[in-house]
T-cell receptor
Framework: GQQVMQIPQYQHVQEGEDFTTYCNSS?????IQWYKQRPGGHPVFLIQ?????EVKKQKRLTFQFGEAKKNSSLHITATQTTDVGTYFC??????????FGPGTRLSVLP | SQTIHQWPATLVQPVGSPLSLECTVE??????LYWYRQAAGRGLQLLFY??????ISSEVPQNLSASRPQDRQFILSSKKLLLSDSGFYLC????????????FGDGTRLSIL
């Protein structure tokens, strides 16, 4: 079945540094979603990418969908303490439910 | 606007006891409904999903079951809890078209003693 991996598993950065998490699928995806889960909270939807090579931005966050629609990345510029949490990608297969990656836990040191 | 309610927020149960977690959605009709489990510091494991009343699909074999007696009500149950059932249980909904964002409830932290 479809597998979704994310690297790194953990990332510790100094406030102001950039951060990137990568998501890779074993199969070609129809689309991909990104979620953020704050410590003690529930996942919250951030964005969905559908088109090959698509790039979307939300303030300091940049999301990219690979040309082959098998990988994606989330880049945060100049991290802030409010960025702390776990970032999940979820790969949507054709006619299948979304499969969540294991997440990347981001710590931001002030 | 749509809202999702999940309760209880925290639950401590002895091994072998039954379980019933409830999730309700308001402000939408015919949603897809999902139950996930999240072990501490880990990702989301899809347990069950439902596309309609009494239509439940199980993703992993386990001693848990799910029911959807009403369009916007999703219940997670167990007859006898195991220690391995401990975790953070999340209910989610999405519009009927499956390629839509999922919206999660606040979750239930279940501890088995």
């Amino acid at each position: 079945g479809q597998q979704v991996m994310q690297i790194p598993q953990y990332q510790h950065v100094q406030e102001g540094e950039d951060f990137t998490t990568y998501c890779n699928s074993s199969t070609t995806l129809s689309n991909i979603q990104w979620y953020k889960q704050r410590p003690g909270g529930h996942p919250v939807f951030l964005i969905q990418l559908v088109k090959s090579g698509e790039v979307k931005k939300q303030k300091r966050l940049t999301f990219q969908f690979g040309e082959a629609k098998k990988n994606s990345s989330l880049h945060i510029t100049a991290t802030q303490t409010t960025d702390v949490g776990t970032y999940f990608c979820a790969g949507g297969g054709y006619g299948q439910n979304f499969v969540f990656g294991p997440g990347t836990r981001l710590s931001v040191l002030p | 606007s749509q809202t999702i309610h999940q309760w209880p927020a925290t639950l401590v149960q002895p091994v072998g006891s039954p379980l019933s977690l409830e999730c309700t959605v308001e402000g939408t009709s015919n949603p897809n409904l999902y139950w996930y489990r999240q072990a501490a510091g880990r990702g989301l494991q899809l347990l069950f999903y439902s596309i309609g009343i009494d239509q439940i699909s199980s993703e992993v074999p386990q001693n848990l079951s799910a029911s959807r007696p009403q369009d916007r009500q999703f219940i997670l149950s167990s007859k006898k809890l195991l220690l391995s059932d401990s975790g953070f249980y999340l209910c989610a909904w999405s519009p009927l078209n499956s390629n839509q964002p999922q919206h999660f409830g606040d979750g239930t932290r279940l501890s088995i003693l």
